[in-house]
């Protein structure tokens, strides 16, 4: 059973920083592709970033684009999403999610769901 658990969501002021985790078990994690969606309160789930199988390539969407760094750990399956000068228009669930073929930025294209964690950032 595929399990994708993420962690690290909280309160924070803009400007602050947060780290969000995400442990997967139950499958081969280097074969999977990873990314982060986020959806706020009202709107559509929207892409964030991913990270390639080995993790040399990451995409990001422009909107949080030189603020947010996406990496892995393929010994612990672990993928992670640096978040700093966080803004309140960040304020959304957070989910991560793994792809096992070809990945775009739709959510389709990807295989496996975690259950999100919120991230609120305060003004």
């Known amino acids: 059973q595929v399990q994708l658990v993420e962690s690290g969501g909280g309160l924070v002021q803009a400007g602050g920083s947060l780290r969000l985790s995400c442990a997967a078990s139950?499958?081969?994690?280097?074969?999977?592709?990873m990314g982060w969606f986020r959806q706020a309160p009202g709107k559509e789930r929207e892409f964030v970033a991913h990270?390639?199988?080995?993790?040399?390539?990451?995409l990001y969407s422009d909107s949080v684009k030189g603020r947010f760094t996406i990496s892995r750990d393929n010994i612990k399956n672990t993928v992670y999403l640096q978040m700093n000068s966080l803004k309140p228009e960040d304020t959304a669930v957070y989910y991560c999610a793994a792809g096992r073929g070809i990945v775009t930025r739709s959510a389709s294209s990807y295989d496996y769901w975690g259950q999100g964690t919120e991230v609120t950032v305060s003004s």
């Open positions: 990270i390639s199988r080995n993790g040399p390539t990451t």
């Open positions: 139950g499958l081969t994690f280097s074969n999977y592709v």
